[in-house]
């Protein structure tokens, strides 16, 4: 795997819940470690990496400073598509949805995960 210019590694509760809730709604998990000895994850959208997942133990050990801090985090994760309505279609009734909008030439779909990240399905409005 190429090395990406950006990602996120997002501290879980539950690996394994985490990574059967993501290929419930439709992506590709990897359920073998791509770092070992570490428990590090990757979710992808076909073959494109999106994110990582580590477990929080070892997130908090690999960062001291995180113990004060709850899984879940306070900022949203925007996952662009060029297929909105398939996506959405495939995510609703499987994962707590947040909130639907058209903002800023953008139709996004908010969701939830099991750890309380917040997820932002969008597509640029076509002009």
Excluded: W
């Amino acid at each position: 795997m190429e090395p990406l210019k950006f990602t996120a590694c997002l501290a879980v509760r539950d690996v394994t819940e985490t990574l059967d809730f993501f290929e419930r709604i439709g992506y590709v998990v990897t359920r073998e470690s791509i770092a070992p000895p570490h428990s590090i994850h990757m979710i992808l959208d076909g073959d494109n990496p999106l994110f990582m997942i580590q477990p929080e133990h070892e997130v908090k050990e690999f960062m001291p400073f995180l113990a004060g801090y709850p899984v879940g985090g306070s900022g949203f994760f925007y996952i662009n598509t060029e297929e909105f309505d398939v996506t959405v279609a495939r995510i609703k009734g499987k994962a707590e949805v947040l909130k639907e909008s058209s903002e800023g030439g953008y139709k996004i779909f908010y969701f939830k995960d099991p750890n309380g990240y917040v997820f932002g399905i969008n597509e640029l409005i076509s002009e």
